[in-house]
T-cell receptor, first 113, second 114 residues
Framework: AQSVAQPEDQVNVAEGNPLTVKCTYS??????LFWYVQYPNRGLQFLLK??????LVKGSYGFEAEFNKSQTSFHLKKPSALVSDSALYFC???????????FGKGTRLHILP | EAQVTQNPRYLITVTGKKLTVTCSQN?????MSWYRQDPGLGLRQIYY???????DKGDVPEGYKVSRKEKRNFPLILESPSPNQTSLYFC?????????????FGPGTRLTVL
């Protein structure tokens, strides 16, 4: 069965510093991987995805993520954090050949001014 | 404007009183899904639908029903709500082909069952 783990409930980063939000996954086949962001009192918004090809994926708002097959990870990164990046971030996985989508429990990102 | 709409946005009800949360999308998406969001548990998939008249259980389907009679609509039905169904519910849609497409989420429905 497929699963997703976000090992950190909360990440604090000073504004201007690089940020990383971690995600590891487990699937039986090849994965489709996604990152979503949720701002307060809003639905989730798509940030980026990995389907195939280049392991470094670039997305919205300056975010990027690196697919690492050997470590089964898909960490979200940004070179320089903004206070407006403060939100709840979800990693999600879908196994090729399976219609279910599994979300992680979410990581709350606090960017400190 | 491309969007997923849900109604109602807020609902307080009592145990056992049947309710329906509507979901509609205007993007001609084939895949639609319902999730519940609970603190510490993240998003959990309740039901999903690959197309009209095709629905499947997600991870937490107990106590819920869905139907997909039209492509644009995917209502969530709680026939006998219980307090443990108090949660924040999201509807989402995406193109199913290719299956790696991202989902578009509705604004959420906050349900309280007393």
């Amino acid at each position: 069965a497929q699963s997703v783990a976000q090992p950190e409930d909360q990440v604090n980063v000073a504004e201007g510093n690089p940020l990383t939000v971690k995600c590891t996954y487990s699937v039986s086949g090849n994965p489709y991987l996604f990152w979503y962001v949720q701002y307060p009192n809003r639905g989730l918004q798509f940030l980026l995805k990995y389907i195939t090809g280049d392991n470094l994926v670039k997305g919205s708002y300056g975010f990027e993520a690196e697919f690492n097959k050997s470590q089964t990870s898909f960490h979200l990164k940004k070179p320089s954090a903004l206070v407006s990046d403060s939100a709840l971030y979800f990693c999600a996985v879908r196994d090729i050949g399976d219609d279910k989508i599994i979300f992680g429990k979410g990581t709350r990102l606090h960017i400190l001014p | 404007e491309a969007q997923v709409t849900q109604n109602p946005r807020y609902l307080i009800t009592v145990t056992g009183k049947k309710l329906t949360v509507t979901c509609s999308q205007n993007m001609n998406h084939e895949y639609m899904s319902w999730y519940r969001q609970d603190p510490g548990l993240g998003l959990r998939q309740i039901y999903y639908s690959m197309n009209v008249e095709v629905t499947d259980k997600g991870d937490v389907p107990e106590g819920y029903k869905v139907s997909r009679k039209e492509k644009r609509n995917f209502p969530l039905i709680l026939e006998s709500p219980s307090p443990n169904q108090t949660s924040l519910y999201f509807c989402a849609s995406s193109l199913s082909d290719p299956p790696g497409d991202e989902q578009f989420f509705g604004p959420g429905t906050r349900l309280t069952v007393l």
